[in-house]
């Protein structure tokens, strides 16, 4: 057996093969004065499979869900907390000094999803008949001031809804035979104008109309969105006026958008009217006009249907007309909010997105509740309307008496106090009514969801592209 020095001793080989050429070698360059390095402790093998990297990561990964899901559950818990000091509908007081403290815009919420629903219209244009005897509501004859002529006046200048006192505004919800105010009241100056100015052209247009679908846009605020005119019947578009009121800016603004009306004035359906020297510095309260008085300014027309210019029209106007007045035997048709059903909800909601002025608010707001004005109570069977608080943007309308009265008495609102029309619709509808109670007004209220059914809903202009035609 063969010996060989190791570290200063002499030891035997016992091994052969590989492992003694190895250790031969070692030997050999022990002997030629080198040093052999003493090996390190051998990292642990587990740690280099493939294997304990998958685990490692994966717990980093558990760990950091942990953490982002401890973050997350913190701030919803501070966001419940925040809303729990929000008033509530049901615990806002009725007195407007409840509003007195500072409010803020709500938190971010993921808006609720609301859907249009089933209307029973009639399959055809042709397969409608206006009912026999269907004008017959409350007859009385209604006319207007043209003229500011009363002492009272306390300035010479126009204004567009005239100076209005408050007995002639109490006097003017009595349906009977009067001459109220109701917009386009001139100075006492013969050279005065109250504003809205149209051309003699589309006046004469405007005279010749019997059944008028209506919107407008003001200070370049939307889009033209055209009605869809495979959806309207050829009945329809030869016989019922569409008309879009603009002012001049909007006009030019349109035009650059490639909506140049043609040599008759038109946009697609759309008979194109451009109004000058508007009646107020507020955009808002200048589109009441063409929305409340359209038996003022298509003074022939029997039936009229406005939409807001946010709308595009996807429905013939004479089936809604059918269905919506004649089927309901109705002369006043709107759909109730989608969300609130109270004008206390309302007060509270315009005041915290900051709709209008705050102290304008609260003085309407108590004006209305000394007047009378009650909360909406869903559960009483004698509430006139499923609603107090209306949608606004889609109004059906036969030109009655009453129905002319009522447009008349909520634009007189407007005019006198702020311009969030749905703050004064519950007041005016129910002062009507009370001050009248043995000459009913047909008003039908409809569901939401049908109007959403009628027309296409957008959202008003922003800085992008505009829709298709």
């Known amino acids: 057996m063969a010996l060989f020095k190791y570290n200063g001793e002499w030891l035997q080989e016992r091994r052969g093969g590989l492992i003694g050429a190895i250790l031969n070698s070692v030997v050999a360059r022990n002997e030629q004065g080198s040093r052999v390095a003493r090996r390190g402790r051998r990292f642990p ?3 280099l499979k493939p294997s304990f990297f998958r685990w490692l990561l994966l717990l980093l990964a558990v760990l950091f869900f942990c953490v982002f899901a401890t973050f997350v559950l913190k701030l919803l818990s501070n966001g419940n907390e925040e809303e729990k000091h929000l008033p ?7 007195q407007v000094s409840s509003y007195d403290a500072p409010l803020t815009r709500p938190k971010s919420k993921r808006r609720k999803q609301h859907f249009p629903c089933e209307v029973g219209l009639a ?7 206006e009912p026999k005897n269907y004008m017959n509501f409350t007859q009385f004859s209604l006319e207007y001031v043209e003229r500011e002529v009363n002492p009272h006046a306390n300035s010479p200048q126009s204004r567009f809804g005239g100076y209005q006192t408050l007995n002639e505004r109490k006097k003017s919800f009595l349906a009977r035979n009067q001459t109220i105010r109701c917009g386009s009241v001139k100075g006492m100056s013969r050279l005065s104008s109250p504003g809205f100015e ?16 209506s919107s407008c846009i003001f200070g370049s605020s939307d889009f033209l969105r055209r009605p869809t005119s495979r959806l309207i019947s050829e009945f329809s578009k030869k016989n019922v006026c569409f008309v879009m009121f603009v002012d001049e800016q909007t006009l030019s603004k349109l035009s650059s958008e490639g909506h140049t009306p043609d040599e008759k004035g038109h946009v697609g359906l759309w008979k194109i009217v451009v109004v000058r020297n508007l009646p107020y510095l507020d955009m808002r309260k200048t589109g009441k006009v063409p929305k409340f008085l359209s038996h003022r300014l298509f003074p022939s027309s029997r039936y009229s249907i406005w939409l807001d210019s946010k ?9 809604i007309i059918e269905f919506f007045l004649w ?4 002369e006043y048709a709107i759909s109730n909010h989608y969300d609130r059903h109270c ?4 007060v509270l909601q315009n005041k915290r997105l900051n709709k209008y002025n705050h102290t304008a608010i609260d003085e309407q707001f108590m004006f209305y509740q000394s007047d009378g004005l009650r909360k909406f109570n869903p559960s009483d069977p004698n509430t006139p309307l499923p609603s107090y608080v209306p949608e606004g943007s889609f109004i059906i309308r ?6 002319n009265l009522f447009s008349c008495l909520w634009f007189n609102e407007v005019d006198r106090f702020t311009s969030r029309d749905q703050l004064s619709f519950a007041y005016t509808y129910l002062k009507l009514t009370r001050m009248n109670p043995d000459k009913p007004f047909h008003l039908n209220m409809f569901k939401d969801c049908e109007r959403r059914a009628l027309a296409k809903l957008f959202r008003h202009r922003l800085l992008s592209s505009p829709p298709p035609p």
Not at 88 to 94: A, F, K, Q, R, W
Not at 123 to 129: M, T
């Open 398 to 403: 036969a030109h009655t008496p009453m129905s």
């Open 311 to 319: 709308m595009r029209l996807n429905t013939d106007p004479m089936l």
């Open 327 to 330: 089927r309901m035997r109705a």
């Open 123 to 129: 399959a055809a244009v042709d397969n409608i008949l």
């Open 45 to 47: 093998r587990n740690l």
């Open 198 to 213: 149209l051309s003699e052209n589309d006046k004469a247009y405007m005279n010749t109309c019997r059944v008028a679908v």
């Open 343 to 346: 004008v206390w909800e309302e």
């Open 88 to 94: 509530l509908s049901g615990e806002v007081l009725e």
